[in-house]
C-alpha cells in the first residue's frame, strides 16, 4: 500500500531528504503529503521547498499547552491526506491526542540502542557511559517517551577517543539506511505488532553485516538486524 506521510521534524531534517530522495527515486511507495516544523529556523523547510513538497511552520512557543499544539498539528495532517506520521529530528513529546489519531502509524528514530539511552542525548549518553556499541533504533511511537515497538536496529563500534560529535556523524550515516528501510516495509504491509515485538512477514535475509562511508569519509562495518532488504 502506498504510504501518505507526513514528516516532522525540527532542525536540518538530513533523514527527511533522504526519505524525500527514496520516494522521488520511486524506491519507496508514498507520497509526501506534508513537512511540519514546529521551529522557525529549520532547514528541513528548505529542503522540502527544493524538492517541491508543501510545508508550514507551526511554531509550537505560540500555543498555550502542549495538547492544544498537537490538535493543531493533527489538524493540519488531516487536511494534507497524510495517515502516517514521520518523525525525524522532531524534538517534541507527542501527546496521547496526538497517538489515537493516527495509531500504530506514527514512527520515530532515535539515535542509540533502545531501550539504552533514551531522551535527546542518546550519542552523548553512550559516549559517558563507555559502551562499546551504540546506533540507531526505528520504532513505533508509544506515550512513554523511546519506549514504542522496535522495528529496525543498526549497530556500530564505539571508540575509546569518540565524542558525542565523531558517534553521533557515525550514527547517522546508518539512521539514513534504515529508516527509509522500516518505511518500505510498512508501505509493503510486512510489519506486525504482537505484545510489544515488531514481526517481520516475509523476512528475507540479505545485508545484515553491510560497510558505509562516514560523513569524514571514515569505512565502518555495521551490523543491522532486521537485515537491509532495500535495493
Not at 520511486?26 to 521551529?39: P, Q, T
Not at 491526542?97 to 540502542?113: C, E, G, K
Not at 559502551?131 to 506515550?143: I, L, N, Q
Not at 560523513?215 to 537491509?228: C, F, K, R, S, V
Request: aromatic share 6%; glycine share 4%; net charge negative.
Amino acid at each position: 500500500m502506498s504510504l501518505k506521510l507526513a514528516i516532522l521534524a525540527s532542525g536540518s531534517g538530513t533523514n527527511a531528504q533522504v526519505i524525500f530522495e527514496a520516494v522521488k527515486a520511486k524506491k519507496l511507495d508514498a507520497e509526501i503529503c506534508l513537512v511540519l516544523a514546529n521551529r522557525p529556523n529549520a532547514k528541513v523547510l528548505d529542503r522540502a521547498e527544493q524538492f517541491g513538497l508543501k510545508h508550514i511552520l507551526l511554531d509550537h512557543t505560540l500555543f498555550a499547552s502542549r495538547e492544544e499544539y498537537d490538535k493543531k498539528v493533527v489538524e493540519e495532517i488531516k487536511k494534507s491526506g497524510a495517515d502516517c506520521v514521520v518523525l525525524s529530528g522532531y524534538m517534541r513529546m507527542v501527546t496521547p491526542y496526538f497517538l489515537a489519531s493516527f495509531p500504530q502509524r506514527v514512527i520515530n528514530i532515535h539515535p542509540a540502542i533502545l531501550p539504552s539511552f533514551p531522551g535527546v542525548h542518546g550519542a552523548r549518553d553512550a559516549v559517558n557511559y563507555g559502551v562499546k556499541f551504540s546506533g540507531c533504533t526505528v520504532h513505533f511511537v508509544s506515550e512513554e517517551m523511546d519506549a514504542g515497538p522496535i522495528i529496525i536496529q543498526a549497530i556500530v563500534p564505539c571508540r575509546q577517543e569518540d565524542t558525542e560529535e565523531s558517534l553521533q556523524n557515525r550514527i547517522h550515516c546508518l539512521e539514513h539506511k534504515i529508516y527509509v528501510q522500516a518505511l518500505k516495509w510498512l508501505a509493503e504491509d510486512r510489519l506486525e505488532i504482537i505484545n510489544h515485538t515488531v514481526h517481520l512477514k516475509n523476512k528475507k535475509q540479505i545485508k545484515a553485516s553491510i560497510v558505509c562511508i562516514d560523513n569524514e569519509g571514515i569505512q565502518l562495518d555495521a551490523m543491522i538486524y532486521p537485515p537491509l532488504e532495500l535495493d
